[in-house]
């Protein structure tokens, strides 16, 4: 039962065949979205949830049976999790429609005020420059940390994790770049991605970068389905669009696969950022099911060998990424990071909103000295340095070395997927 169903069903056998029948004509009506247009709210403005249960007598009831409600929830979930196959020590998941979201957003808000622009600009040592955004033009503080969508991995899973190392003796470049040692796989050095308004940073990155490891590896330009991952992981994965364990991502292509981003992709038929073009969505549904009527969902899964996290010395990150592809990183970001344009990041000012992931694929040093990571957004190409960002490289910026994780790209359903290998039957 996916993550949504469950929290609808135990909404309609809490509140009786009352809130069942408004839980119902609240689905019905398309949870006031249509009101929503009538009123003409200004784009990146939110409407609360309580707005449309005013206009139901019944609404009190689940005003008073709030505190009874969240009780309830908790055990159901903790009975969840001792029956799942999830390792000891990870997060129970939240309802998918995120509450702290359902809040009035429009306007003007801190992150794209001016005054941290000016202070990185005027940092002597700031080693970056900062602008304002577009991007996030219309964000308020709420909805940027909801974009932020890693999940911290309790300390008791990642222990259980084997980390990968290399020998001191293996000589490595001093610079190097995914994009131009591996130039036959298109998808390395192509940003397409955007998020949207989903906290699903966590799936991107790993998405990516297994799909990069399938052409360095098997020579396959492929694309995979951030959506397969997002929606049918369920409670092992986190909360989908409101957030995620990277691990578990790999985890999950290891004993479910992936499918081809064809046939499930993530942005819809009129182009809008997933789901929609509103501000504030659930996870969607795990359908199981190709959007292409002449694909089979099976057959098109792409497996993992394997589910590994990377020491966080710099010298063992740099060996896996140079010997087997881009890696998946989580980091820490704050205010200024949303601003950046160029130059090697480091935090200078602005409060911490949360945890991100990303696809790091190499590394170098300025003429000045500075050692550097060099990693893939997925805020689209007009964010930071053509969508791609630098940031310190050694002294763990951020908490950028201390979760590296990936995984190997199997030869799992090849053949029920490819006539030829190498060659997609699309």
């Given at each position: ?324 592809g881009p890696v998946e990183v989580a980091f820490t970001?704050y205010e200024d990071f949303a601003h950046y344009t ?85």
């Amino acid at each position: 039962m996916t993550a949504s169903v469950w929290f609808l069903y135990s909404d309609e056998k809490r509140y009786g065949k009352k809130e069942k029948r408004r839980l119902k004509e609240k689905k019905r009506r398309g949870f006031g979205r249509e009101e929503r247009r009538e009123a003409n709210e200004q784009p990146g403005q939110l409407v609360k949830e309580q707005d449309w249960e005013e206009e139901t007598s019944d609404s009190a009831i689940g005003n008073n049976m709030g505190s009874t409600c969240m009780s309830l929830r908790l055990l159901l979930l903790a009975l969840i999790f001792s029956c799942a196959a999830v390792p000891q020590g990870a997060r129970a998941a939240k309802p998918i429609s995120n509450p702290d979201l359902m809040v009035e957003g429009g306007g003007n808000s801190r992150i794209m005020q001016n005054d941290i622009v000016e202070t990185i600009n005027k940092h002597p040592n700031a080693g970056w420059t900062a602008a304002q955004n577009p991007y996030f033009a219309n964000y308020t503080i709420t909805q940027f940390k909801h974009i932020l969508g890693v999940k911290p991995t309790p300390q008791s899973v990642l222990s259980d994790i084997p980390a990968k190392t290399y020998s001191r003796s293996l000589k490595l470049p001093n610079e190097f770049d995914a994009r131009s040692a591996w130039s036959q796989c298109s998808t390395i050095g192509t940003i397409l991605a955007d998020q949207g308004h989903c906290g699903s940073c966590w799936a991107f990155g790993a998405v990516e970068c297994l799909q990069d490891r399938f052409c360095i590896h098997f020579d396959m330009n492929i694309s995979l389905s951030v959506n397969d991952l997002l929606s049918c992981c369920g409670f092992m994965c986190g909360d989908g669009c409101d957030g995620g364990y990277p691990i578990m991502a790999w985890r999950y292509f290891v004993q479910n696969g992936v499918v081809t981003n064809e046939c499930d992709p993530y942005f819809d038929q009129i182009g809008c950022q997933h789901p929609g073009c509103e501000p504030a969505y659930p996870t969607p549904v795990c359908e199981k099911k190709c959007k292409v009527q002449n694909q089979v969902w099976l057959e098109k899964k792409h497996f993992s060998i394997n589910a590994y996290r990377v020491n966080s010395d710099p010298h063992d990150i740099m060996a896996e990424i140079y010997n087997n592809g881009p890696v998946e990183v989580a980091f820490t970001v704050y205010e200024d990071f949303a601003h950046y344009t160029s130059g090697v990041y480091k935090h200078i000012t602005g409060d911490m909103m949360g945890g991100h992931a990303v696809k790091l694929i190499g590394w170098g040093t300025t003429d000045a000295g500075e050692d550097y990571w060099l990693l893939a957004n997925q805020w689209n190409r007009g964010w930071g340095d053509d969508g791609y960002f630098k940031i310190v490289r050694g002294t763990n910026e951020c908490g950028i070395e201390e979760e590296v994780v990936a995984g190997m790209p199997s030869t799992k359903n090849m053949v029920r997927s490819y006539g030829a290998f190498g060659t997609a039957i699309v």
